[in-house]
């Protein structure tokens, strides 16, 4: 167990930190994304507040929707908040 626990610690640190992600698969960029969808704001004021172009915000969470086979923003909210990603 003790191996096992230090292979997934380095794991965290050497392979999936360096590229942005977390062993939930989620990047920081779609992880502060969806924290503003959870908090009302439209996709302008997303894109405002974060500096991208409201395309990108809308990419974001296309490829969230997607990879973890949700159906719409609201949807993409509710499982953040239940595996604890937000």
């Avoid at 969470?61 to 937000?86: K, P, W």
């Amino acid at each position: 167990l003790g191996r096992l626990l230090n292979r997934v610690s380095r794991l965290q640190r050497h392979v999936l930190e360096p590229r942005g992600l977390h062993l939930a698969g989620i990047t920081n960029r779609e992880t502060e994304v969806l924290k503003l969808v959870a908090n009302g704001l439209s996709t302008k004021e997303i894109a405002d507040q974060l500096c991208y172009s409201q395309r990108t915000v809308k990419s974001i969470l296309h490829d969230v929707t997607n990879r973890f086979q949700l159906r719409n923003r609201s949807h993409a909210v509710a499982y953040a908040l239940r595996e604890g990603l937000i």
